[in-house]
Nanobody, 121 residues
């Protein structure tokens, strides 16, 4: 059974940092590019970032560039998202998913249940 389990969410002040993790199992992790997607309260899904199977290429939505860093550890079957300089607009449920095309939801067959990030003073 494919499982993606996000962790690391919580309450953080504006300007603060948070590191999210996604533990993968039930599939060959390094066969897949991976991504982070988020959904703010009352809003639709927003693509955040993607990383190639070996971590050699990374991609970010414009508003995340310079603030977020995606990485992966294939030996641990784990995906990460380091989030710095957080803003209230970053408040959302963050999901990890497999990726086929950077910036698109096409081919995202595997999803976690998400972890909530709340940025507030």
């Amino acid at each position: 059974e494919v499982q993606l389990v996000e962790s690391g969410g919580g309450l953080v002040q504006p300007g603060g940092s948070l590191r999210l993790s996604c533990a993968a199992s039930g599939f060959t992790f390094d066969d897949y590019a991976m991504s982070w997607v988020r959904q703010a309260p009352g809003k639709g899904l927003e693509w955040v970032s993607a990383i190639s199977w070996n971590g050699g290429s990374t991609y970010y939505a414009e508003s995340m560039k310079g603030r977020f860093t995606i990485s992966r550890d294939n030996a641990k079957n784990t995906l990460y998202l380091q989030m710095n300089s957080l803003k209230s607009e970053d408040t959302a449920v963050y999901y990890c998913a497999n990726a086929v095309v950077a910036g698109a939801f096409y081919g995202m067959d595997y999803w976690g249940k998400g972890t909530l990030v709340t940025v507030s003073s």
